[in-house]
């Protein structure tokens, strides 16, 4: 993100947004965002976090997942779909400073701290809704982890989300992505 850019907020999308010190204000919503979160040990989550999980669609209908572990000093992904039995499937070695790099920009440019657990629609009771569920858990430690959900509703930064992962899923043989 532009230095003088400032961002959305993570909790409404309104641009009506001010800095103060180390983090922003929402005006819209009187939410604050992009504090530093620190892990249970008392360091940053984007340094302390070892691994990621996100998958999106459930096993009856198809859905596709990655997974990043950081082992002593090495970073390894798997990125696979449940669509045939799990049959397409990639695994191979992330680079460290590219791990390091889609960390820094999950917590510090698309403000996963801040997003809500779960996101679910209003059940108008129009139709049966086709939505694809999916779920995301930044690994912090074994007993440590940052989670959230949803069936149909997305975070704000959903996108730029999927345009972080997508080069792991663009690995796939998919027909329908």
């Excluded at 409404?12 to 204000?25: L, P």
Aim: charged share 30%; hydrophobic share 35%.
């Amino acid at each position: 993100m532009a230095a003088n850019k400032m961002p959305v907020c993570p909790h409404c999308g309104s641009k009506q947004v001010s800095r103060i010190e180390s983090f922003y204000h929402c005006d819209k919503c009187e939410n604050d965002f992009g504090r530093e979160v620190l892990s249970d040990n008392g360091k940053p989550i984007a340094e302390e976090a070892v691994g990621l999980r996100f998958r999106i669609g459930d096993y009856l209908t198809g859905s596709i997942h990655l997974r990043i572990q950081e082992d002593e000093g090495s970073c390894l992904y798997e990125v696979y779909s449940s669509t045939n039995g799990g049959a397409d499937k990639v695994a191979d070695v992330l680079p460290m400073e590219d791990w390091k790099k889609l960390k820094e920009t999950l917590i510090n440019e698309l403000y996963f701290n801040d997003w809500e657990k779960e996101y679910l629609p209003v059940n108008d009771g129009q139709g049966i809704r086709d939505d694809k569920p999916w779920e995301i858990s930044l690994i912090v430690s074994e007993d440590e982890s940052i989670s959230y959900r949803g069936v149909g509703e997305h975070p704000v930064y959903w996108n730029a989300l999927v345009k972080l992962v997508d080069p792991f899923f663009a690995k796939l043989d998919i027909e329908n992505k």
